[in-house]
């Protein structure tokens, strides 16, 4: 998930429903222990300038078990 304004530093449409300024993406690449990964997400947005913030929100690990943010 992240968090963005458009130019006058306010909300962006980042194409969320419930909350003007926020909007996601997600990956399926799998990450091996000890390692690192990074991607690129489109942002489909009428007037976003600049995201401010980015941060997970779910993983899913191999063993079926999954992290939620709460």
Do not use: C
Request: glycine share 12%; charged share 25%; net charge neutral.
């Amino acid at each position: 998930m992240w968090y963005g304004t458009n130019a006058f530093n306010e909300p962006a449409e980042l194409g969320n429903a419930v909350a003007r300024g926020f909007g996601s993406g997600f990956t399926d690449d799998e990450l091996k222990a000890g390692r690192s990964s990074n991607g690129t997400w489109n942002i489909l947005s009428s007037d976003g300038k600049k995201i401010k913030l980015a941060w997970p929100t779910e993983v899913s690990f191999t063993d079926g078990t999954t992290w939620k943010i709460k």
